[in-house]
């Protein structure tokens, strides 16, 4: 079963940033958050993944909460081409981590002109 | 990265019929998995597939309808069995480096195009 939780689905208009929320409250010490998208009739594709510090890479910014039980996934300027559905997914990494991931139902982002 | 290519990207097939769907991975991985994506749903996983030895289903899937090979590191197949209207689904095939002692960078996991296939 997926360990997190998310809002359905959500509206952003373009060029403003698009925040989309996760609960992820029994995380383990070990797990890291990732976040994934699947644009319409494409393969998931990732985009950004942390522990317990931010991390911004060219595609997004994470934000994990001091606790680490719900981080936040920020599009600073969100186009036509960031709709699509938007997955939050916490697994180990390492050993560990020889798990595939589990996907939830995720968030369908429709960014609006 | 891994890029990863998938044929066909997408078939419409009769029912009692099979599909054998490709995936090839541009640098050797250790781990490589099916999951299927049915309309309007999430993924699932079907097999993780295993390198010279059979796949590892998950529970509901079998491998007389899932048949599954892995002949070297960089390709694997899945065959769709006898299909019926209810496999119609988009067929993802996906991989990874597996992680060490130390976690690395390179134990992201990456995703093949997809196969749309309809079954009539």
């Known amino acids: 079963d997926a360990k997190t939780t998310q809002p359905p689905s959500m509206d952003c208009a373009e060029g403003r940033a698009a925040n989309l929320p996760c609960n992820h409250s029994?995380?383990?010490?070990?797990?890291?958050v990732y976040w994934y998208r699947q644009i319409h009739s494409q393969g998931p594709q990732y985009i950004i993944h942390?522990?317990?510090n931010n991390e911004t890479n060219e595609m997004a910014s994470l934000i994990i909460t001091e606790d680490r039980k719900s981080s936040t996934l920020i599009l600073p300027h969100a186009t036509l081409r960031d709709t699509a559905v938007y997955y939050c997914?916490?697994?180990?990494?390492?050993?560990?981590?020889?798990?595939?991931?589990?996907f939830g139902k995720g968030t369908r982002l429709s960014v609006i002109a | 990265s891994a890029v990863i290519s998938q044929k066909p990207s997408r078939d419409i097939c009769q029912r009692g019929t099979s599909l054998t769907i490709q995936c090839q991975v541009d640098?050797?991985?250790?781990?490589m998995f099916w999951y299927r994506q049915q309309p309007g749903q999430s993924l699932t996983l079907i097999a993780t597939?295993?390198?010279?030895?059979?796949?590892?289903?998950e529970s509901g899937f079998v491998i007389d309808k899932f048949p599954i090979s892995r002949p070297n590191l960089t390709f694997s197949t899945l065959t769709v069995s006898n299909m019926s209207p209810e496999d119609s689904s988009i067929y993802l095939c996906?991989?990874?480096?597996?992680?060490?002692?130390?976690?690395?960078?390179?134990?992201?996991?990456?995703f093949g195009p997809g196969t749309r296939l309809t079954v009539l």
């Open positions: 997914i916490v697994r180990a990494r390492g050993l560990s981590g020889n798990t595939p991931l589990v």
């Open positions: 597939a295993n390198q010279g030895s059979e796949a590892t289903y």
């Open positions: 942390g522990l317990k």
């Open positions: 029994t995380i383990s010490g070990n797990e890291y």
């Open positions: 640098s050797q991985v250790t781990m």
């Open positions: 996906s991989a990874k480096t597996a992680g060490l002692a130390h976690a690395t960078s390179t134990d992201t996991q990456y």
